[in-house]
């Protein structure tokens, strides 16, 4: 898996030379040695100047993957438990206290294309390039046997793997066990479907969001779109808001939300129903239904640069049908989950909604992906999630 090969740069100031761990294949000038996809080769300037070793794929727009500056250090299984180490170790401080968070995030960790997340003692894997595809089974058997992993599932059921020239796959990596895994958040129970939930079966990047909800919701009439398992909703539910009402357009959703709400005993609380949010909100507002607490978590608008400005209209749209159905003191709750929905946009996209609903916003509090999901500076790619609360004056 490590090759002899050696990777030129083209002359001139790259990313890579700055922190940032990706080299285009636009970047490179040439190559000395052989290699196949997927190995760990070693990575120049032009002028001679070590950058690093990284997984090469000349089939990707993405042709070098850095993992680690250093030439001298040999890319082996101990290499790969160091880094897991340092990843538990990180997570040990920031997540103190915590059964189920993201483990590996990718780049961040110094790991590129991986992810691992955590359920208790079972283990989800996501692999999103060839090089670290082909040490799949090394990063298995050291979450088994440094990590206390029980099982592992594999979750790269995504698009993106074509980007690498990869197929979509999903399923055990260890001997099998019951997908369905119970885990616990914020003080709320939640049954997550690991084999078959959106994402790796839960969305931990906003476990410290759901939380900062608590202090606005008690006593208050909460509506919670795109509400997925339920997990906004039972926050707002156990924190005391006097009535919840999750929505979501899958059905299959809607109906793990309610298990979750009895499996917390909050379904006299907490109720949840199968509708369009855009429609629900339209209808309602004409309706004249109002409510003290609108939560907004939609999927990503947008994956692409190039589709950024249909994301602007449909946040856009979801904000202002929102807003109409606050009243004065009554506080949005809204997120973008991505990357190419940059913060000040998505910032001036909100302000537009207000203006199209005539309503005035004071910003109570802004948020990002909670630190187990930590953001590389020199990596913007890593930075994805904004979380904001407003009131309406």
């Given at each position: 898996?490590?090759?002899?090969?050696?990777?030129?740069?083209?002359?001139?100031?790259?990313?890579?030379?700055?922190?940032?761990?990706?080299?285009?294949?636009?970047?490179?000038?040439?190559?000395?040695?052989?290699?196949?996809?997927?190995?760990?080769?070693?990575?120049?300037?032009?002028?001679?100047?070590?950058?690093?070793?990284?997984?090469?794929?000349?089939?990707?727009?993405?042709?070098?993957?850095?993992?680690?500056?250093?030439?001298?250090?040999?890319?082996?299984?101990?290499?790969?438990?160091?880094?897991?180490?340092?990843?538990?170790?990180?997570?040990?401080?920031?997540?103190?206290?915590?059964?189920?968070?993201?483990?590996?995030?990718?780049?961040?960790?110094?790991?590129?294309?991986?992810?691992?997340?955590?359920?208790?003692?079972?283990?989800?894997?996501?692999?999103?390039?060839?090089?670290?595809?082909?040490?799949?089974?090394?990063?298995?058997?050291?979450?088994?046997?440094?990590?206390?992993?029980?099982?592992?599932?594999?979750?790269?059921?995504?698009?993106?793997?074509?980007?690498?020239?990869?197929?979509?796959?999903?399923?055990?990596?260890?001997?099998?066990?019951?997908?369905?895994?119970?885990?616990?958040?914020?003080?709320?129970?939640?049954?997550?479907?690991?084999?078959e939930g959106q994402k790796?079966?839960?969305?931990?990047?906003?476990?410290?969001?759901?939380?900062?909800?608590?202090?606005?919701?008690?006593?208050?009439?909460?509506?919670?779109?795109?509400?997925?398992?339920?997990?906004?909703?039972?926050?707002?539910?156990?924190?005391?808001?006097?009535?919840?009402?999750?929505?979501?357009?899958?059905?299959?959703?809607?109906?793990?939300?309610?298990?979750?709400?009895?499996?917390?005993?909050?379904?006299?609380?907490?109720?949840?129903?199968?509708?369009?949010?855009?429609?629900?909100?339209?209808?309602?507002?004409?309706?004249?239904?109002?409510?003290?607490?609108?939560?907004?978590?939609?999927?990503?608008?947008?994956?692409?640069?190039?589709?950024?400005?249909?994301?602007?209209?449909?946040?856009?749209?979801?904000?202002?049908?929102?807003?109409?159905?606050?009243?004065?003191?009554?506080?949005?709750?809204?997120?973008?989950?991505?990357?190419?929905?940059?913060?000040?946009?998505?910032?001036?996209?909100?302000?537009?909604?207000?203006?199209?609903?005539?309503?005035?916003?004071?910003?109570?509090?802004?948020r990002t992906q909670s630190?187990?999901?930590?953001?590389?500076?020199?990596?913007?790619e890593t930075y994805y999630?904004?979380?904001?609360?407003?009131?309406?004056?």
């Open positions: 898996m490590n090759s002899s090969c050696t990777v030129y740069l083209k002359h001139g100031n790259h990313a890579v030379q700055k922190g940032h761990p990706w080299v285009y294949t636009d970047e490179i000038d040439s190559f000395q040695g052989h290699y196949e996809n997927g190995d760990v080769v070693s990575v120049f300037t032009a002028k001679g100047q070590a950058v690093g070793q990284a997984f090469i794929n000349d089939q990707s727009r993405i042709a070098l993957r850095l993992l680690t500056r250093e030439l001298t250090e040999t890319v082996d299984e101990a290499f790969f438990a160091r880094r897991l180490r340092l990843a538990a170790a990180y997570r040990a401080d920031v997540m103190a206290g915590e059964s189920s968070y993201r483990l590996v995030h990718g780049e961040s960790d110094g790991l590129p294309g991986l992810t691992v997340d955590r359920y208790g003692p079972y283990f989800v894997l996501q692999s999103l390039c060839l090089g670290m595809d082909r040490w799949k089974k090394t990063i298995v058997d050291l979450l088994i046997r440094d990590h206390g992993a029980l099982g592992v599932l594999e979750r790269s059921d995504v698009r993106v793997r074509a980007l690498e020239g990869m197929a979509q796959t999903k399923g055990f990596l260890s001997d099998p066990f019951d997908p369905l895994v119970e885990i616990e958040e914020n003080g709320v129970r939640y049954q997550c479907d690991l084999l790796t079966g839960f969305f931990l990047d906003q476990k410290e969001n759901r939380r900062a909800i608590h202090r606005i919701v008690r006593g208050k009439r909460v509506l919670d779109c795109f509400t997925h398992t339920g997990s906004f909703a039972l926050n707002a539910a156990k924190a005391g808001a006097a009535s919840v009402l999750g929505i979501d357009v899958s059905a299959s959703a809607v109906a793990l939300a309610q298990k979750n709400a009895a499996l917390n005993g909050l379904s006299d609380t907490a109720r949840f129903e199968t509708h369009n949010a855009f429609d629900a909100l339209t209808q309602w507002a004409k309706e004249g239904q109002t409510y003290e607490v609108v939560i907004l978590d939609p999927p990503a608008f947008t994956k692409s640069r190039a589709a950024t400005s249909g994301a602007v209209r449909g946040y856009r749209d979801i904000n202002l049908r929102g807003l109409r159905l606050l009243a004065p003191g009554g506080y949005l709750v809204t997120c973008s989950c991505s990357h190419f929905m940059k913060e000040e946009l998505f910032r001036k996209t909100i302000l537009e909604a207000a203006q199209g609903a005539n309503r005035l916003l004071r910003q109570v509090e802004f630190p187990d999901h930590p953001i590389l500076m020199m990596a913007p999630l904004k979380f904001f609360i407003f009131q309406v004056l």
